[in-house]
């Protein structure tokens, strides 16, 4: 069985306490997404993931977990981990949007280090700034996982498109210091 | 400065829509603009922390949008637009 473009699933890895695991985990109830697939129709980065968000849902609703989840041919973490999924989850129709991505993030940081990594790479730029600045996480990120080549197309296609802001977000106040204080 | 028949609203577009997405914030800005809506952006918003604050710690995705919106009480009423930055 394949999902996506994804490595191939074999159902002989069925494993019902890998779903109640992240069912644990994500706190939240993977079986009443309806495969609908509207999260993966309007993603802007589907062409880069290897199974994409409905995909991953429905792996986990079937409990099947693939020797390395979710990863690209490249060695690097997912695209799909990485996409906005705020965008996702605004347009499952059953209203749980929020709770299904957040399910889906503490699901991919549980599986990929990778994933923990960019994720602090993300609140490291936060701390800094107030605000992300994607080129310099992206940087650190590639110098962190020492993976710097795989993906340079579609960064070299990113700046070429003006959407990697290369100025820093300047900020007035420090306020969003005492958030991490906290 | 706005129109004459248009409202001044207060918002933050989000780091996204400030860097990567800037033709959809200025859709956006135009939309509203024909509508008689003249949103002004906040001089000094956190980040919302998106999917990064939701796998890292519990709590943490409305404490950063929470942020933006306490210091935006403070600087004045929701119609208003707050223009300036205040320490918090």
Known sequence: MTIGSGPTIHLKDFDLKFSKEIRRLAGTD????????????????????????????????????????????????????????????????????????????????????????????????????????????????????????????????????????????????????????? | MSDTNSADFSYFPGCSLATTAKESNQSLIECCRKMGINLVELADWNCCGSSSAIASITGWPLTWPAATCRWRRRAGPWWQPARAARSD
Not at chain 1, 112 to 134: M, Q
């Open chain 1, 30 to 182: 993977f079986y009443t997404c309806l495969q609908c697939r509207s999260c993966s129709g309007g993603c802007p980065f589907s062409e880069y993931m290897d199974y994409m968000p409905n995909g991953v849902m429905r792996l986990v609703q079937l409990g099947l977990k693939p020797k390395r989840w979710p990863a690209t041919p490249s060695g690097s973490a997912s695209a799909a981990t990485r996409a906005p999924f705020n965008a996702h989850g605004d347009r499952y129709p059953r209203g749980d949007g929020c709770a299904a991505r957040a399910g889906h993030c503490r699901t991919c940081r549980h599986l990929e280090p990778d994933i923990l990594n960019f994720h602090r790479e993300v609140l490291g730029s936060i701390e800094r700034y107030g605000r992300t600045h994607k080129l310099e996480i992206m940087l650190r990120y590639k110098l962190k996982t020492r993976d710097l080549i795989s993906d340079w197309t579609v960064g070299m296609k990113m700046l070429a498109k003006r959407k990697l802001d290369l100025t820093l977000p300047g900020r007035a106040d420090r306020r969003h210091e005492k958030i991490f204080q906290e």
